[in-house]
């Protein structure tokens, strides 16, 4: 045996070779020197030593060694750990005195050809190419490194890049970014704090470029719209408006939403316009392509408060008010209905005409509650008793006079009122006191 085997010493715990002054193995850290702090020789001579058998070794002093063993190891593989984590910091930020935008961001899509909807977020595999690179190493072994860091590398390295991504205030512009179709071209602009990049000593390159749309399925056409229905409840201009959708798929009821506007107040001639919002993932998964998103509806057809009496056919009207004169009035004034002045009860009445007639209709701005529309028709009466003859005024008044979409005219009731000794105090009365609430128009 020669001077340098006689020097060399191998680790009681793994067998390997150790140099003669080192106390404890490089490989696993375990202690090579002998209980009596002698250097151990190799198994070759102590087996031909004239020593004799080796003491079996003191199992608690074995487990001790173990232990000790173990937290050399565990600090070991935390000086690792953490260096792995520096090493991985200082490489990002070297890594990123140039960016290239056009690489980092990228531009997705959602949708089908032709109604397809952009948007925008961080690439990480650039991130990881360019750390790889810096590291001199290929993207496999950088997932390796990954594995062997372990999560403190990771997560340093992420936030080193979130830091970045703050620090410098990026923010991404899309334009078109939605109902794209295939071949469609979009611009991109990046903009960012150009201050604190240039205080980081990092240049962002290719802040403006365009991208084609490419890879979108396509789509069958789906009108929203084919089977839905406007429907009204009300009277016109007082009508709200609703969307029946009986007729419709399942698709139309379980995945679509609509908004009127306007929804309230309508009247016939009004346009109302309809919006349809809906699922997109289900719309995709039934290969929908969905491109009008509103509809727009003239309300006709329906029943209206009458707003002018002009060509309109009211001679079913006249005749109930001609029989409501003769019953409510000429028969029964007299004996008991006092003559207008005080002089005395009327004791008979002859109609001697219409003297004006008026149509009052409720203003739009009007709050109060009352009648959408009211006819007055003014009628002078000439009455009698023993102390003579005059004329004297009631009034006819028909509430809520309503047209149906065929035409024909309906009302709620006729009532009077009267009888006043001058016309002009009716007309005050009934009439001009309703001009704050109502428009009025005298018919001739």
């Not at 009821?253 to 809906?278: C, E, H, M």
């Not at 701005?365 to 007055?376: A, F, H, K, M, P």
């Amino acid at each position: 045996m020669n001077e340098l085997e006689q020097k060399q010493l191998f680790c009681p715990q793994c067998g390997s070779a150790c140099p003669q002054d080192q106390a404890f193995c490089a490989a696993c850290g375990a202690s090579i020197l002998q209980e009596d702090d002698s250097p151990k020789l190799p198994e070759a001579d102590r087996s031909s030593s004239p020593r004799g058998p080796a003491p079996e070794p003191d199992p608690v002093e074995a487990a001790c060694k173990r232990r000790r063993t173990q937290k050399i190891l565990a600090a070991a593989l935390a000086c690792v750990i953490c260096a792995a984590a520096v090493v991985v910091v200082a490489v990002y930020q070297s890594s990123f005195t140039k960016i290239d935008a056009k690489q980092w961001i990228e531009v997705t899509y959602s949708g089908l050809n032709g109604n397809a909807t952009a948007s925008v977020s961080r690439g990480n595999e650039y991130m990881d190419a360019r750390l790889a690179e810096a590291l001199g190493i290929s993207a496999a072994e950088l997932e390796d490194a990954d594995a062997l860091y372990g999560f403190a590398a990771a997560a340093a390295a992420e936030l080193q890049l979130e830091k970045l991504y703050d620090d410098l205030d990026f923010d991404v512009d899309v334009s078109p970014s939605d109902r794209l179709s295939n071949g469609d071209q979009i611009s991109v602009k990046i903009t960012y704090d150009e201050a604190a990049a240039k205080e980081a000593s990092i240049k962002v390159q290719n802040t403006e470029f365009t991208v084609t749309v490419e890879g979108l399925p396509d789509g069958k056409e789906y009108d929203i719209f084919q089977n839905v229905r406007l429907v009204f409840e009300g009277t016109s201009p007082r009508l709200t408006a609703s969307v029946d959708t009986d007729a419709c798929d399942s698709f139309i009821k379980d995945y679509v939403t609509f908004q009127i506007s306007p929804r309230d107040n309508l009247k016939n001639g009004d346009k109302v316009t309809v919006s349809a919002s809906w699922n997109r993932s289900k719309a995709a998964e039934n290969l929908y392509l969905i491109t009008k998103e509103k509809q727009e509806y003239t309300v006709s057809g329906q029943p209206e408060y009458l707003s002018t009496l002009k060509e309109e056919k009211l001679s079913g009207l006249q005749a109930e008010i001609n029989d409501y004169i003769e019953a409510k009035i000429i028969a029964a004034y007299p004996p008991y209905t006092s003559m207008p002045g005080g002089d005395g009860s009327i004791k008979s009445i002859k109609l001697k005409g219409l003297h004006r007639q008026y149509l009052l209709v409720k203003k739009a701005t009007s709050d109060s509650y009352g009648d959408e529309n009211r006819l007055i028709q003014i009628y002078r009466f000439t009455a009698s008793n023993e102390n003579g003859a005059k004329d004297i005024y009631s009034a006819i008044l028909v509430n809520n006079m309503i047209k149906s979409g065929g035409g024909e005219v309906s009302w709620n009731d006729i009532w009077q009122k009267g009888p006043y000794e001058k016309a002009e105090d009716l007309i005050n009365d009934y009439v001009t006191k309703e001009k704050s609430d109502y428009t009025v128009e005298t018919v001739e």
